[in-house]
């Protein structure tokens, strides 16, 4: 073979496979639900980055929820990963449940009065301190933190720092034990330990053991191996210690203990199957953001969005100093238009319209965030972009109050939690 023909083979080669791994078009406008949303927004005025909840998906996620669940177990709702109170009510009253799990003090002060029925269990341990401002804070009311709180504590050092609290408020505290089921995230992790705390519980005049708490996400996100084997080994490790506090306490176990396990990611685990555990803690695959994009919640509808008006448009991609933008949008044609939208950087993917691209050499804006994308995209100043959250916990505390999307129209507003306590605090001396 000549070598001209061999160079021309080559370059040919090398443009063929350059065109085989070029990016294609994935541009898409808007589907007809993101247009009606965009509508809907404009309808009711809204103008800044907003976070939707489509109500119709939630309900749905709830039902899917309780027909899993299906009366084995006890609900709890987990409320940092719906943190609203209106929201939380929806799901209250759709599930028939109580039963919320708490993370967060000022978040438990809210509820406490919103929710005078509720039962709250902990789901992570707090400084004393944090529960000394709970009843500082709390205004009282039908609510009865003696009866319808249960504070979760993972060492004995804590048990000890509780039951001193108890006894200067003078009052009862609930309290569950942590335990590691293979999280390794604190909590008790052999018998001693357990049954160290639930002796300084007993002899505690004012704390009462109500529980158990064991969470387990861990056992789908391993890289390696089966989730039933892990789910399995969680288990046992959960009934060995149920075994060795009720062998403990004896007639002193009590008849309404918490035995509090699951979480979004696991709670279809347990559709089959006798298990230790008496209720499953859910709240995130209500709304799915996309962190619970998993098989195991491959029947959860994503019902949050982050939408947030267009700004700017350009038909080019221009990056300050040595201009690589004509570079990139050349090779990808997803890159083709730039678009600024009103805040970013948050803890989300672009959804909608489909194909959008954040740029890592222009770099990331919580002001005015660059997004790429194709020519098939007509996005125009004022349009909508949707984002879907990659968790709802965070997420969701950021934008004001919650528009409810309804069939439609944005039909509520949702305040959200808020970190300042509502009420004076009491002097600690007052407490009691
Ligand atoms: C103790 C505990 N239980 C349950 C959950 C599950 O929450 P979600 O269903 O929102 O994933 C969590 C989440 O962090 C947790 O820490």
Known sequence: MKRRTLIL???????????????????????????????????????????????QLLQANIETLM???NGRFAYRVVAKSLPSLPLLETVMR????????????????????????????????????????????????????????????????????????????????QVCIELDVGLHRGGVSNDEQLLAMLEQIQLSPHLQFCGLMGYEPHIVKMPVGDPIDYRDD?????????????????????QDAVLNAGGSPTYQLYDKGEFPFNELAAGSCLVKPTDFDIPTLADHKAAAY?????????????????????LQSAWDPNRARTFFTYGGYWKAKPESPQGLLNNGLYGRSTNQEMLNGSRSITLQPDDWVFLR???????FLQFGDIAVYDNGGITDFWPVFTESPRYAPRAAAEVG
Do not use: C
């Open 9 to 55: 083979g080559g370059v040919a080669g090398t443009l063929g496979l350059g065109a085989l791994l070029r990016p294609r078009d994935r541009g898409r406008d808007h589907s007809a639900y993101f247009t009606e949303l965009g509508t809907a927004l404009d309808q009711a005025g809204q103008a800044k980055p907003t976070l939707v909840v489509d109500r």
């Open 67 to 69: 027909s899993h669940i």
């Open 94 to 173: 759709a599930s028939g449940s109580d039963r919320l799990m708490l993370f967060h003090q000022p978040f438990i002060n809210q509820v406490a009065v919103r929710f005078p029925q509720a039962d709250i269990l902990l789901g992570k341990p707090m400084p004393a301190a944090a529960a000394l401002n709970f009843y500082r804070q709390f205004p009282g009311g039908a609510f009865d933190p003696q009866r319808q709180l249960r504070w979760l504590l993972d060492t004995s050092q804590r048990v000890a720092q509780y039951a001193a609290l108890a006894n200067s408020l003078g009052q009862t505290m």
């Open 234 to 254: 969680a288990v046992a490790l959960y009934r060995h210690y149920v075994d060795v506090a009720r062998n403990y306490l004896g007639a002193a176990w009590p």
């Open 306 to 326: 982050i939408a947030t008006p267009v700004l700017k448009t350009m038909d080019s991609l221009e990056i300050p100093g040595i201009n690589l933008g004509g």
């Open 389 to 395: 959250p990659t968790q709802s916990e965070f997420v």
